[in-house]
């Protein structure tokens, strides 16, 4: 065979993985996974800022974000609850398409409310934001996961994160075009359909083979299992207690940092199209670059290795935004700060999702994944939404920056201390072994 044909070859195994169902499915999941999240993220700031709401107030908005946190609380639900009718359409399919509809309704919710007339009802139509979208995450995750082969993980997760990242720009993008022509309230409106890709896949694809049927529960105390049992199947393993503080510190710096960019970008005088520009079009296009290269290191470098680098990425990658608030308002320094950040952020998408999903029991998917996802993010979003605005107006936005970067240090040092344990490999669950159900 020539080096010709080898290659040609090399290339062709490389791309084949993303052009099959698994991946191709996890991808249309993260668009509908992502516009949620971006309605109530830096859009909702963008409309709350150019309202004339003081950065306390907006940033106590990210409060919203921690329903998201608390969604492993009915995950079960998601996990062991037949609904009526659609049910006939499979336990993931189902709950697809009610969450679907759910979403829709609560973002058009949003678009009716206004903030300068109504700060608490504004607040409220966020909440419910976050709850549908949480529950739409829950069954999201779980139908990923248990579509995807142990070895297609590493491809679903960068697909997911592609997806995802589609999903909130072309949401968040969409959103900023429109408002500045007719107004918020029909951006949020147009904004609800991207809640279609995922409904639409579950409806083609239908029930994932590898799901599995939790034991059947008829009396209280076998629901009370069908809650902790996920959690104590989880506390079993291994080096649990470790696993599960790695989860709450690793996100605490890129957390606080994320949610705060669109308060500095609008204090630095950007409007709405440079912010579309440069933080939605070159962090776009960065984000799907480092999603490439971080599926490349998960393959050369395997799981731990990789993990390990993405993590310090992306804390570097805060420190460059205290750069960009030290030299002042740059489209070229702006562009350099959101490209690295996203860049990071691309790669750590692929390689933390990945040992994430890996860590999940097939038998109890959506309550595991809605746990460790949950626990990922809650205390950045905690702070950012109790401290953030009063820590910027106190310190300004170079010592917070800079403060964000310290926070990322000890999620790098315990996850390189457990992977000189073995706790690596001991944590993982029956996702990244089990082969698909006969």
């Given at each position: 065979m020539t080096e010709a044909m080898q290659g040609s070859r090399n290339w062709?195994?490389?791309?084949?993985?993303?052009?099959?169902?698994?991946p191709l499915a996890a991808f249309f999941l993260g668009v509908s996974s992502g516009f949620p999240f971006a309605m109530i993220g830096a859009t909702l700031t963008t409309r709350l800022a150019q309202d004339g709401i003081d950065k306390k107030a907006v940033t106590a908005f990210t409060l919203a974000f921690l329903v998201y946190n608390l969604k492993w609380l009915w995950a079960w639900i998601v996990d062991g609850v037949r609904l009526p009718v659609i049910g006939r359409l499979g336990q993931?399919?189902?709950?697809?398409?009610?969450?679907?509809?759910?979403?829709?309704?609560?973002?058009?919710?949003?678009?009716?409310?206004?903030?300068?007339?109504?700060?608490?009802?504004?607040?409220?139509?966020?909440?419910?934001?976050?709850?549908?979208?949480?529950?739409?995450?829950?069954?999201?995750?779980?139908?990923?996961?248990?579509?995807?082969?142990?070895?297609?993980?590493?491809?679903?997760?960068?697909?997911?994160?592609y997806g995802w990242r589609i999903g909130s720009v072309a949401a968040g993008a969409l959103a900023l075009v429109l408002a500045s022509r007719i107004g918020w309230h029909g951006a949020y409106l147009a904004c609800a359909i991207f809640a279609l890709p995922a409904m639409?896949?579950?409806?083609?694809?239908?029930?994932?083979?590898?799901?599995?049927?939790?034991?059947?529960?008829?009396?209280?105390?076998?629901?009370?299992?069908?809650i902790a049992g996920p959690l104590v199947e989880f506390f079993q393993r291994r080096g649990a207690l470790l696993v599960l503080l790695f989860i709450l510190l690793h996100k605490i710096g890129d957390t606080l940092a994320n949610l705060t960019f669109r308060l500095l970008f609008n204090d630095m005088g950007y409007s709405n199209d440079e912010i579309a520009i440069y933080d939605v079009g070159i962090g776009f296009w960065a984000y799907l670059i480092g999603i490439f290269v971080g599926g490349v290191l998960?393959?050369?470098?395997?799981?731990?290795?990789?993990?390990?680098?993405?993590?310090?990425?992306?804390?570097?990658?805060?420190?460059?935004?205290?750069?960009?608030?030290?030299?002042?308002?740059?489209?070229?320094?702006?562009?350099?700060?959101?490209?690295?950040?996203?860049?990071?952020?691309?790669?750590?998408?692929?390689?933390?999702?990945?040992?994430?999903?890996?860590?999940?029991?097939?038998?109890?998917t959506a309550a595991q994944y809605a746990l460790i996802s949950a626990a990922a993010s809650i205390v950045g979003r905690f702070?950012?939404?109790?401290?953030?605005?009063?820590?910027?107006?106190?310190?300004?936005?170079v010592d917070f920056y800079l403060f964000t970067t310290a926070l990322a240090v000890p999620g790098i040092l315990l996850f390189w201390l457990m992977m000189r344990a073995g706790l690596i490999d001991a944590s993982v669950g029956t996702a990244a072994n089990d082969q698909p159900a006969a």
């Open positions: 062709l195994d490389a791309v084949k993985p993303y052009a099959q169902k698994g993931r399919v189902s709950w697809l398409l009610l969450a679907g509809v759910l979403v829709m309704a609560a973002v058009a919710h949003l678009a009716l409310v206004d903030p300068a007339v109504s700060l608490i009802q504004t607040a409220y139509a966020a909440i419910l934001v976050g709850v549908a979208g949480a529950t739409f995450d829950i069954v999201i995750d779980a139908y990923r996961i248990e579509t995807l082969r142990p070895e297609q993980l590493g491809v679903g997760s960068g697909m997911s994160q639409l896949t579950g409806l083609i694809l239908g029930e994932p083979e590898r799901r599995r049927d939790p034991v059947a529960r008829r009396g209280m105390g076998e629901v009370w299992q069908s998960y393959a050369r470098m395997g799981m731990k290795r990789s993990v390990l680098f993405s993590l310090i990425l992306m804390c570097v990658s805060n420190f460059s935004f205290a750069a960009l608030a030290a030299m002042g308002k740059s489209n070229w320094g702006m562009a350099g700060a959101i490209g690295f950040e996203n860049f990071a952020s691309g790669i750590g998408g692929v390689t933390v999702v990945a040992y994430f999903s890996a860590l999940c029991d097939l038998r109890f702070l950012t939404g109790t401290t953030a605005g009063g820590l910027i107006e106190r310190f300004g936005y």
